[in-house]
């Protein structure tokens, strides 16, 4: 039987990487890209070649929609579905949580109701190592690392795995789920620190960092997180949760001086600001089970991928 794969739900950075991937890789599925295509969202971001494959299908439809959701589902016979919930500005979620709420949380339930009525086969939510909270130097997320979000972006995304896990143990659903660490590449909506960064220095103005910049993310390049996510659809057994991280982990400040430096300013367009409400201290991801079970891990060191990326953004 020929895979039908519903995937959700943003035409911009982590799902239009994908896309552009794996799309004219395999051609014998029949991928279905739905997005509400909000603020952030930018068709653009998939390639000519892609859109204009036939094996590939847009519907601009909200994940919150239960109605429309279902006529998707009827025209097309799904098999699977790879679902990324869109909310995931955690100073956004901090200006409007209800979004987040109704997005991320009743979105994916929708998704899992139409996964039981229509019968499908896989269900792989892509969630966060933000579920986890913060933790000291020298500790690291595993897979059993209880959830203690910060941030209603956070909980909304770990309120969704529970959900995925409730339907997983309720209705024997077969799910898989990833929770990956802070992505960075082509397409990133400017809100976000690198791209937003890179823009503010082209037009010649100070970058603002939170706080003194000392809270530390683990770096995961783009397109080995989409191959990760590949790998686990492809390969896991069933109800397995794999951690996804990029070995990389730098202080919000260092990442600002390296982008100054490849982009030849000096300290003095670093600005300081108030930190974030209850702003998490540090993310690092065990990755060491996708790793043993699949044999995958970065293959982008963050030296070479941080160049690539400001080049991406300069030449646009």
Same mark, same amino acid.
């Given at each position: 039987m020929k895979k039908t794969i519903i995937v959700t739900w943003w035409a911009?950075?982590?799902?239009?990487n994908f896309l552009n991937k794996f799309v004219v890789r395999f051609t014998d599925i029949h991928w279905v890209n739905i997005d509400a295509l909000t603020y952030a969202g930018k068709l653009e971001n998939i390639s000519n070649e892609v859109a204009n494959s036939t094996n590939y299908s847009f519907e601009k439809v909200d994940i919150r929609d239960?109605?429309?959701?279902? /006529? %998707?589902?009827?025209?097309?016979?799904? +098999?699977?579905?790879?679902?990324?919930?869109?909310?995931?500005h955690v100073d956004n979620s901090?200006?409007?949580?209800?979004?987040?709420? /109704?997005?991320?949380?009743?979105?994916t339930q929708n998704l899992l109701d139409m996964h039981?009525?229509?019968?499908?086969?896989?269900?792989?939510?892509?969630?966060?190592?933000? @579920?986890?909270g913060d933790l000291p130097n020298g500790w690291f997320?595993?897979? +059993? $690392?209880?959830?203690?979000?910060?941030?209603?972006?956070?909980c909304s995304k770990a309120s969704s795995d529970f959900y995925v896990k409730a339907y997983g143990? $309720?209705?024997?659903?077969?799910?898989? #789920?990833?929770?990956?660490?802070?992505?960075?590449?082509?397409?990133?909506?400017? /809100?976000?620190?690198?791209?937003h960064f890179i823009e503010l220095l082209q037009a010649d103005k100070k970058v603002t960092v939170y706080g003194d910049g000392s809270n530390i993310r683990d770096w995961l390049y783009v397109e080995d997180?989409?191959?990760? #996510?590949?790998?686990?659809? +492809?390969?896991?057994?069933?109800?397995?949760?794999?951690?996804?991280?990029?070995?990389?982990?730098? +202080?919000?400040?260092? %990442?600002?001086?390296? =982008?100054?430096?490849?982009?030849?300013?000096? /300290?003095?367009? =670093?600005?300081? @600001?108030?930190?974030?409400?209850?702003?998490?201290?540090r993310y690092a991801i065990d990755a060491s089970k996708i790793k043993n079970d699949i044999s995958w891990e970065p293959k982008i060191k963050f030296e070479k991928g941080i160049v690539m990326t400001i080049k991406y953004y300069l030449g646009k």
């Amino acid at each position: 039987m020929k895979k039908t794969i519903i995937v959700t739900w943003w035409a911009w950075f982590i799902w239009s990487n994908f896309l552009n991937k794996f799309v004219v890789r395999f051609t014998d599925i029949h991928w279905v890209n739905i997005d509400a295509l909000t603020y952030a969202g930018k068709l653009e971001n998939i390639s000519n070649e892609v859109a204009n494959s036939t094996n590939y299908s847009f519907e601009k439809v909200d994940i919150r929609d239960r109605d429309a959701l279902r /006529e %998707i589902y009827k025209k097309y016979s799904p +098999t699977d579905i790879i679902h990324f919930a869109a909310e995931s500005h955690v100073d956004n979620s901090i200006k409007n949580p209800t979004i987040f709420t /109704e997005t991320n949380v009743i979105g994916t339930q929708n998704l899992l109701d139409m996964h039981l009525e229509f019968k499908l086969n896989r269900f792989h939510h892509i969630s966060t190592d933000e @579920v986890y909270g913060d933790l000291p130097n020298g500790w690291f997320f595993t897979e +059993t $690392t209880p959830l203690n979000p910060s941030s209603p972006y956070s909980c909304s995304k770990a309120s969704s795995d529970f959900y995925v896990k409730a339907y997983g143990r $309720t209705f024997w659903i077969d799910y898989t #789920i990833t929770r990956c660490s802070n992505n960075y590449g082509p397409n990133q909506d400017n /809100e976000k620190l690198i791209p937003h960064f890179i823009e503010l220095l082209q037009a010649d103005k100070k970058v603002t960092v939170y706080g003194d910049g000392s809270n530390i993310r683990d770096w995961l390049y783009v397109e080995d997180h989409c191959d990760a #996510i590949w790998e686990v659809f +492809t390969k896991s057994e069933s109800k397995w949760i794999y951690n996804i991280g990029g070995n990389n982990e730098y +202080t919000n400040l260092e %990442i600002t001086k390296l =982008i100054l430096k490849e982009m030849w300013k000096d /300290e003095s367009y =670093i600005g300081f @600001v108030d930190d974030r409400k209850w702003h998490d201290v540090r993310y690092a991801i065990d990755a060491s089970k996708i790793k043993n079970d699949i044999s995958w891990e970065p293959k982008i060191k963050f030296e070479k991928g941080i160049v690539m990326t400001i080049k991406y953004y300069l030449g646009k």
